[in-house]
């Protein structure tokens, strides 16, 4: 073990352990990272899909297609900060790209049912690719946090 000194405090010869290099992101985070933002990428999609309706006065409501275009913005914006935490390899986008996986698998497979195979074919392999980027053995241990 290499040892490095520390700052002065004072105390002379005090040393801690030298820190690993840092070690490269593992290839599964990055998958996990592009398929996340590409997640984002159709949200945007679908909420210029949603924007149009609604200018176009196709939507029920003027003021349900604005909250619709709204929240889809929003998640868009979510799923860009999971996949920046993903590709930063931050140990608590786990949960909730896990999450919103199982969720995109679900409204994939209603989609498939419903015979949008445009639409959930995509979200189905997508959601399939993300978790098994994010369960494999190193994206696992990349995500873990340390003990304390």
Known sequence: ???RPTRATGTQGA????????????????????????????????AAFAANAT????????????ALTLIA????????AFAVGLA???PWTRTPVVMTQLAIGIWGIYLLAGHR????????????CCLAALFSPAGLRALNRPPR
Not at 55 to 62: H, T
Not at 74 to 80: E, P, R, S, V
């Open 1 to 3: 073990m290499t040892t």
């Open 15 to 46: 040393r801690e352990p030298a820190r690993p290099a840092t070690a490269a992101r593992p290839r599964g985070l990055s998958v996990a990272a592009i398929v996340v933002a590409i997640e984002a990428v159709g949200m945007c999609v679908a």
């Open 55 to 66: 200018v176009n006065g196709q939507s029920y409501q003027k003021s349900s297609g604005v």
């Open 73 to 80: 913005i929003g998640t868009a914006a979510l799923f860009a």
């Open 88 to 90: 930063k390899a931050r």
């Open 117 to 128: 195979l445009e639409w959930g074919v995509p979200m189905v392999l997508l959601a399939a």
